[in-house]
């Protein structure tokens, strides 16, 4: 790649996978968009004639700095990375993977309204266009207990106490902190 531009950019990524369907949508659309796109194509085929890619690079830290929007498959790895630093996302799920976890995940995320879940690429535009004019709730991620189940099971186990009792209570459910010991 050249080098990347200092204003706003839309970024898209598709991991190091491949995922050619998304980056040449992307492509068609990229002359009637209003900012700059960079792409990280991974390993795919297709070689993108109007916007900037590249490959794979060891961080995809500089590329989100500069994101006012970012498109991506929707792995779970990416999809967190982007809602972390509460940039819009329109994500899209590869139909090439072998199980159905991206469809779950984004119908879970879209439903809350933390991104734009784009399930036909024919429709990009319109989803773009979305995720640059509504608001979308920012994402928070759930207050996590496992250190407190932790403390209390070697706590127990220090003192003799029946650690079977500590772990029948939590196993498998979902955990609050609030949860354990009334600690919020």
Known sequence: MKHLPKDPIIF?????????????????LAPSLD??????????????RHIQWFRLAPSLEPYYERA?????????GVTMEVLYRKIPLVSVDNPDRPDQHQEDLLSYLSEKGHLIWCRDLSRLGEAIHRARTEPLVPFTPPPL????????????????????????????????????HGIP
């Open 145 to 180: 207990a496992l250190h407190l189940i932790v403390r209390e099971y070697l706590e127990t186990l220090a003192r003799g106490g029946d650690v079977e009792a500590v772990a029948r209570r939590y196993r498998g459910k979902h955990v609050r902190p609030e949860d354990v």
């Open 12 to 28: 898209v990524t598709v991991g190091s996978g491949d995922f050619d369907p998304l980056i040449r949508a992307v492509d068609d």
């Open 68 to 76: 006012a929007l970012v498109i991506a498959h929707g792995g779970i």
């Open 35 to 48: 900012l700059p796109v960079v792409a990280q194509i991974g390993i795919g085929r297709y070689e993108p």
